[in-house]
């Protein structure tokens, strides 16, 4: 693979059973390198594979988000485009044609209809009174900032534009009507079987200090109060209504002691009486990204769970009772999926191949829909892996561990490393196809990547071992502890049973906790001939006040920076840039809240007035998830960038690059 590639990419996402689970409704993204842009489509395959999958939507906008209305005869979508959004409803076969039901400043998401298939809820966000002034912010009044988190990475400012829920009649007959609204943000909602209500999941005014959000009840004509059903112990997302109405299934998250695994509950409408389901299984039944509400299969529930890379499917008995029975397994990621009957659509990929669609019927056995990604996969073919496990130098457990194998390197050859750090930290490397580790690979590289302590996929124990040694419950190792450990250990066994990578030539790079702990590893050693973090945490105690989730830092380690800033000092990379004399590349985006640009910057100034080697490059109009979502062309750029000072200072293969790069002019 290289970098021009990702304009090969193709995407599917989303499936949607119909009513009768003889259709399923998915999307399909595609790379327009040459327009610079996304496009996506809405298409239909029978589950019984007896007819080709085709799109219903031309693709040449941003549509997405299918859902059937109860009868099947018409498909609700989402589309975005030129800077405008909209719902419409198309017929399936049958005659008609397609309705804008309404169109929005802002986008507009989750679209489910009504039982009774007259209106439709959507979640969209609710620009307050300050934007009545036009379009320019210059004489728009001032924000009024009363919250911790009051913008969002790839949102911009949310304080004066809150999410709210809105249902809207089906056939465009009316406006919508704001039903959940407030200064809040609602991050779910689910339609109750009547028709008459909805559950909602908003935070209230104790957000800063509690990092929660309850579950509500709502009128869908917008009128009335809305009644709380949870008392503020756990935070609540994606609700599900079991088809009697008496009990909601959400999943919930304990922000009292941080991190922690997401679990599947159920509520009682009546009561708000609460029973965790999952706590047993002691995995992540939220995974990141694909969370979905826990889907009712009669008395049983599904979810999905992060484990030691994959991402399975599971079912469990509403009442908690009887053990958790395994639905997707294998070694794959499962992003996506939806039940009707004995009919389970989802969308799975694994380290070689792309997300394909895939049906599993009640038999038990399996038919893959899709070969969208056949294509260029035959033209670009996948560099090989494997996984190991490596015994944790903290004596708990192994740690998983993968190498992606080079390509166009001759037998004999000394072949030069590269150790992958992710995010998170409470993210996981997945057993699903990764373009990055193509393309390094495609350069001649041996990549190794592994799921050190802190990351999910393992147990609590597991996940919180860093917290801060100062932490007054369940303290770690921090930061840069037993997670470095992990990492150089992994290193150490990888290059100990591959002879042919070569020790002098390894690199070590990563992005957002990945660009953390690649920092921190150049402050404390010098065994990596150069490095690239990207989109670093470089100062965690400017992070905790600069970052759009301001204030979350304290729950994450266990302390406050206002009580012990000397804790944040000491595991900050930047307290230790004297030590760094590794050659680094620094990668930013420019519109990035999640970890400011100054993060960067603080780096950058550091090593320049220390003379040291360093390179740094900033990406305008784009924010912390330039390398999944940035624009085509940026994220071309960002790969021949790196492939280029890995080839500088590693020996592998550099890029042909058309633009105007540095090297060009040498």
Known sequence: MQPADVGRLVGVSDPRLSPDGRRVAFVVSRVDLEGNRYRRSVWLAATDGSAAPFPLTSGEHGDGQPAWSPDGSRLAFTRSRDGKHSLHVMPVGGPGEVITVCERPEAVEEPEWSPDGAGIAFASRERTGRYSDGDDDRARP???????????????????????????????????????????????????????????????????????????????????????????????????????????????????????????????VATGEQRILTAGLDRQCAPHPGARSPLWDGERLLFATEDRGDVHVHRIAADGTGEVELLVGSTRVVSAYDKVGDTLAFVASTPTALPEVFV?????????????????????????????????????????????????????????????????????????????????????????????????????????????????????????????????????????????FDPDRVGVLGGSYGGFLTSWLIGHTDRFAAACSERAVNNLESEEWSSDVAGTFRHELGVSHLERPEVYRRVSPITYVRD???????????????????????????????????????????????????????????????????????????????????????
Request: charged residues 20%; glycine residues 10%.
């Open 142 to 268: 001032p924000r009024l900032i009363d919250r911790l988190v009051s913008r969002l990475d790839g949102e911009g400012w949310i304080v004066d534009r809150p999410r709210g829920v809105f249902v809207v009649p089906a056939d465009a007959s009316a406006p919508p009507t704001l039903v959940a609204g407030g200064a809040w943000d609602h991050n779910g909602f689910a339609w109750a079987p009547d028709g008459l209500t909805l559950a909602v999941t908003a935070a209230t005014g104790e957000h800063d200090a509690a990092l929660l959000d309850d579950v509500h009840i709502v009128a869908a004509d917008g009128t009335g109060e809305r009644r709380t059903l949870t008392d503020r112990g756990l935070s609540h997302a994606h609700p599900s209504f079991s088809p009697d109405g008496t009990r909601i299934a959400t999943l919930t998250d304990d922000v009292r002691l941080v991190p922690s695994n997401g679990q599947v509950a159920v509520l009682d």
């Open 360 to 500: 599993r019927y009640g038999d038990g056995t399996e038919r893959q829909l899709t070969t969208l990604g056949a294509a260029f996969q035959a033209a670009v073919p996948a560099a090989a892996l494997e996984h190991f496990t490596v015994p944790s130098p903290a004596g708990d457990g192994d740690v998983d561990a993968w190498v992606v194998r080079p390509l166009g390197v001759a037998e004999g050859d000394s072949v030069p490393v590269l150790l992958s750090i992710h995010g998170g930290p409470m993210a996981q490397y997945g057993n699903s196809w990764f373009d990055e580790f193509q393309l390094w690979a495609g350069a001649g590289y041996a990549v190794v990547y592994c799921n050190p302590h802190g990351s999910t996929g393992r147990t609590e124990a597991w996940l919180r071992s860093i917290r801060s040694p100062e932490a007054a419950e369940v303290p770690g190792t921090g930061w840069g502890g037993i997670d470095a450990d992990d990492v150089l250990a992994v290193l150490d066994a990888a290059l100990a049973r591959e002879p042919s």
């Open 580 to 666: 760094i004399h590794t050659p680094v590349l620094i990668l930013h985006s420019e519109e990035d809240l999640r970890c400011h640009p100054e993060q960067a910057d603080q780096l950058h100034l550091a090593l320049r007035m220390l003379g040291r080697p360093v390179e740094y490059w900033r990406f305008p109009e784009e924010n912390h998830g330039l390398s999944r979502g940035g624009s085509p062309r940026h994220r071309v750029q960002r790969a021949e960038i790196i492939l280029d000072w890995f080839g500088r200072h590693l020996g592998g293969r550099r890029p042909e690059i058309t633009w105007d790069h540095p090297s060009r002019r040498s």
